[in-house]
T-cell receptor
Framework: EAQVTQNPRYLITVTGKKLTVTCSQN?????MSWYRQDPGLGLRQIYY???????DKGDVPEGYKVSRKEKRNFPLILESPSPNQTSLYFC????????????FGPGTRLTVT | DAKTTQPTSMDCAEGRAANLPCNHS???????VYWYRQIHSQGPQYIIH???NNETNEMASLIITEDRKSSTLILPHATLRDTAVYYC?????????FGAGTTVTVRA
């Protein structure tokens, strides 16, 4: 089944404790992206990747890191999480080009206390 | 960026067609219109996209006006499972910008 998977689905952590949210797709997509969704602010793009070893900032990259060492994986790293990063996170992928027909993962609900 | 304007919410009766309008008056000639939906806290789901011609797939139909300044997404036979937030997007710069969308509630 074609899908985007994220792990973990739920995470509660404390301020400053490094964490990684994994994202994997099995569709051989070139393009991958991370979004966060907050009440009243909608979905906002954090980072995106056009292909392996190619990443770029989205609208809200501060406090996040990403890497794209393999085509299928695009982990989101929070080096020192803070409470304002409490959010619902979505990973997405698409075929090459402009990446607008995106497949989204199920989401990761992160709480930072 | 071509911004889009959608009604905040709308109701629809189950089994009837749902017509969701979107204004994108600043769209440029080579920009597409995309529609996504998001069922409560799930990941957004791609529905359909178009440039200037009307489009139809197994989920919906997309009608784009001749001047391309507006479009309508049509769910031909709405079901309770179509209750969701629907987003009309004109993407560019490798980015989908999700606005507030239209909250569609399908009622039995």
């Amino acid at each position: 089944e074609a899908q985007v998977t994220q792990n973990p689905r739920y995470l509660i952590t404390v301020t400053g404790k490094k964490l990684t949210v994994t994202c994997s797709q099995n569709m051989n997509h070139e393009y991958m992206s991370w979004y966060r969704q907050d009440p009243g602010l909608g979905l906002r793009q954090i980072y995106y990747s056009m292909n392996v070893e190619v990443t770029d900032k989205g609208d809200v990259p501060e406090g996040y890191k990403v890497s794209r060492k393999e085509k299928r994986n695009f982990p989101l790293i929070l080096e020192s999480p803070s409470p304002n990063q409490t959010s619902l996170y979505f990973c997405a992928s698409s075929f090459g080009g402009r990446g607008y027909e995106q497949y989204f993962g199920p989401g990761t609900r992160l709480t930072v206390t | 960026d071509a911004k889009t304007t959608q009604p905040t919410s709308m109701d629809c009766a189950e089994g009837r067609a749902a017509n969701l309008p979107c204004n994108h008056s600043t769209i440029s000639g080579n920009e597409y219109v995309y529609w996504y939906r998001q069922i409560h806290s799930q990941g957004p789901q791609y529905i359909i996209h178009g440039l200037k011609n009307n489009e139809t797939n197994e989920m919906a139909s997309l009608i784009i006006t001749e001047d391309r300044k507006s479009s309508t997404l049509i769910l031909p036979h709405a079901t309770l499972r179509d209750t969701a937030v629907y987003y009309c997007i004109v993407p560019n710069d490798y980015k989908l910008s999700f606005g507030a969308g239209t909250t569609v509630t399908v009622r039995a």
